[in-house]
């Protein structure tokens, strides 16, 4: 069909540089010498007025992270990272710590005004239909501020940013931090323990019902400069918590490289649903500069009943290395995984999930939609296991790639272990181009092919769509279009 | 990706080091042939056997799981078996090496171990890739087997079997085969200890279908309960060809089965078949690396499992399409039943695709026997033990009926009955 | 012939209670129809007869001809005579029907002390019984029900029940999608089992069936429980009337 044609020269000729959240904001910062040493980890550490068992613990991480080997497993390629030509603090001057709003640089505020991320509390009460979002800003290396967060605490909920819950709850940190990634977990999950920067804090005890949807938005905004977020979220008995993180960055030439460690914790009936819509910058259309996202996610269904549930909607970074996992320990629990992958342009993608069924009685969904164009390298990577002592463990997994362009590679590779006999696991995956007989039909009733590509585009990624909160699905949708504008209007 | 310096070499890579400066004045070939194996042993010294961190060998982590070699290649005679279907031309080796001058007629049959002496064998003796242990192995250590040429046109109307027999000790064997433009042929591919005591057996098939062959090549699996069997089936299929490939696994203490196809002609049509008897305490590996390379071909590959006892099974099926195999059409499919609690299975079914105007797909499932079709013919008055019996057999006849030939699929079934019937 | 007391069952798997103390008795020679409307318990009551493990009986029982049955398992209910013809005949792929009705006649057989049937005597039970009803030889080459169309399947059952000359014949929906040549020959398959030591109980939502197969009797189920007895008018009056009356007068 000619008409394809076009659209596949269309989508070759896409200009990643429409990113738009590729401004730099212009505002002073103090950063830490470059390069990665003990004295860094020590600075950091002091820089954040931490405990000495808090800098004891980063001080192991960093000495086993040196005896370890970059991971060299995942289908992405790019050159050697150098460690120490990275730095791993920079934090706006204004801003020593969160602060209440009237505090916050306006220079920062008008950066997140600009990406659409609401920081005013009033604002948000003033809009009568918007559900309200408590929102922890993180802005390079440290946490700008946390709005609702006196509303919250009323609930009993804690919101906060890490580096103040070291200081203000080190028993709850003490206990949690690094229960679910254990600090040798992996190399950048060691290197993210020793240099972790700022990220969010969230307990939410027990029978709370957390009143409003939590999210973190990550911006990195400096040069050279990784962001090591780390975040925390505990759900006790019979507790709910729905939390969302969005991330951009800045267009640059240089890769910039963010290794982010994700714990959740689920008690005995917890539930827990996690959203990540991933926009860092993906690099341009030669492939130059762009965000490499190494990242550990994991939730722990500790307790029986408990339930984590991953959504995420992946279309930026150069390169993005990600399996948010569940380890399904308590029994009767559920871990879920819904993902929409767009790779464009030079991108490169290898994620997926992990689903460790322990428990009895416990299930888990997987759901991942894998859109590949341009020249990108979209990779499903999955296991789900079953223990000896899982009886009844069920997985069913559905994974889809659709190609657009004949340049570009979709790829799944998944992992089923069963050692029970009383596990059903159930795996299916395919992997196609758009179908030129739903194209045709679309035409047909007098839809543009750009508009029925859009259409069918998002029918396939709409199971992970109903996933999302409401007011982030549109968001996602929009954002799928753009990734893949050229060939979607 | 898997650079391992290996300091220190296990039990079995030094047994297998040794075996080769043991053997190495028995071990036919020339200069070329002589250098050919002494790179792959130099390879297997310096990165050892293969370990869970390689990736195509995650599940199956040779280094540990192969405790002990024998040193010697055995010499006990192996007597010939009934062949699995009546009227077959029975060909084959006993304890890796041809015996007497073995002829099928329409068919070009010569010994490799000439090939090997000739030096004609020395390209062949190369790996595929590095993780290609099977391949380094059986270089190394290869005396002899089958070359068998099916001139264009012919038609071998009754089964070929071939018979590769062993007792105790080590065997290995290759079996280079060429099926010409429009030929058609059956064959049987046999392995089976039939005397007492461990064997090492290694065994590669190098096969190719020119234009238009239609072949269906039958590896048939037996091996005693203490054998380590390592086979590989190398296969380039090209226009128009059609290939049947069957693989049955049911014997074995540690078993590799590879099967890397290179779909290289238009218009080839593949369908894959396995069928898995796992018992005991056993571990058996099947390792397909499907390359659609061409435009317009398709397969299709079923592999069902059936798991007793301790036993461990793995699946790793890839299929890859290459950049400019448009209208690729294959579809994948490993189903599992594991029968005990203390059985295993892992299943790694891949795509890789390249090319965007294609269909294709995996599924896999593993689980216990329907519980709806256990009732249903239990409200037949079939007691469980029987109607569990009938399930399992049906889950895997199924695939075999497939393959028409009713005599062939008869014995097939027999051979799957008798297993059950022991196992079950 | 069969006696339900009191019977309450759930669904094992979410405890819903679907069977709430129902009472039934059915005797030999009998045949008699339950009908009900959609989700009444009419096929859960079919699996329960047949012994089901999806589903648990939580008070009650189940006499068959004095004793209950609730500790047998499928087999050995079909082996003492239950025999449950399916409103949906499973498929089971790589099992030849042949085989499957080879075995399964043989394994009642030996339940019962009887000698197993010889080939040849298998073989002609089968082809007649199968003309009888119609059935293409060739349907019988294929594994069992698959790819059988939906009338094909329910005359599949009744042959079944043919060979296997059941006491207690339940016919779970078997008139649903049967076009009406289809819905005669089987029906008159099932009148030929009649005897006076065997008892039928049909299972419908419609009346329709019950103009081939005549009832002595006719109980309306509804949420669980038989809340009406009658003889074939019952049927009729239902086909005219609608459940909603009889389900008002029972509240």
Redesign the interface.
Known sequence: MAAVQETIDQVRQIDVDQYKYGFETAIEVEKAPKGLSEEIVRFISAKKQEPEWMLEWRLDAYRRWLTMEEPTWARVDYPKIDFNDIYYYAAPKSASGPKSLDEVDPELLKTYEKLGIPLKEQEILAGVEKPRVAVDAVFDSVSVVTTFKKELAKAGVIFMSISEAVREHPELVKKYLGSVVPVTDNYYATLNSAVFTDGSFVFVPKGVRCPMELSTYFRINEKNTGQFERTLIIAEEGAYVSYLEGCTAPQRDENQLHAAVVELVALDDAEIKYSTVQNWFPGDKQGKGGIYNFVTKRGDCRGDRSKISWTQVETGSAITWKYPSCILRGDDSRGEFYSIAVSNGHQQVDSGTKMIHLGKNTSSRIISKGIAAGVSQNTYRGQVSAHRKATNARNFTQCDSLLIGDRCGAHTVPYIEAKNSSAQFEHEATTSKISEDQLFYCLQRGIPEEAAIALIVNGFVKEVIQELPMEFAVEAQKLIGISLEGSVG | MNMQTTSRLTAAESALIDAYTGQLGELPGNGAVISARDRLVDDLKTNGLPTRRVEAWHYTDLKTLLRSVPMDAGTGSADAIEPLVAGAHVIGTRQGQIVGKPSVEGVVVGAFADMLREGTAAPGLSVIDRDDTIGKINGSFVRDGLVLEFPAGVTVEQPIEIQALHGAGQAHTRFPVSFGAGSKAVVIERHAQTGEGSAFVSSVSDISLEDGADVTWIVLQQQGADDTHLGQVRIRVGENAKLKLFVVNAGGKLVRQELRVDVAGEGAELSLRGVNLLGGDTHTDVTLVLGHNVPNTNSTEIFRNVVFDRARGVFQGMIKVALDAQKTDARMACNTLLMSDDAEFAAKPELEIFADDVQCGHGATVADIDDNHLYYLMARGIPRNHARAMLVNAFVAEIVEELEDEALVEALEGVISTWLAKHA | MLEIKNLHARIAEDGTEIIRGLNLTVKAGEVAAIMGPNGSGKSTLSYIL?????YEVTEGDILYNGESILEL???E???RGI??A?QY??E????ATM??LK??MN??RK?RGEAELTTPDFMRRVKEAAAELKINPDMLKR?LNVGFSGGEKKRAEIL?MAL?EPKLCVLDETDSGLDIDALKIVADGVNALKSPDRATIVITHYQRLLDYIVPDTVHVLYKGQIIRTGDKDLALELEANGYADIIGQAA
């Open positions: 047949s012994g089901r493990e999806d398992d499928p087999a209910r079909a082996a025999f449950l399916f005949p499973v089971i792929p790589g099992v085989q499957f075995v399964a394994e009642q339940a594994p079944q296997l």
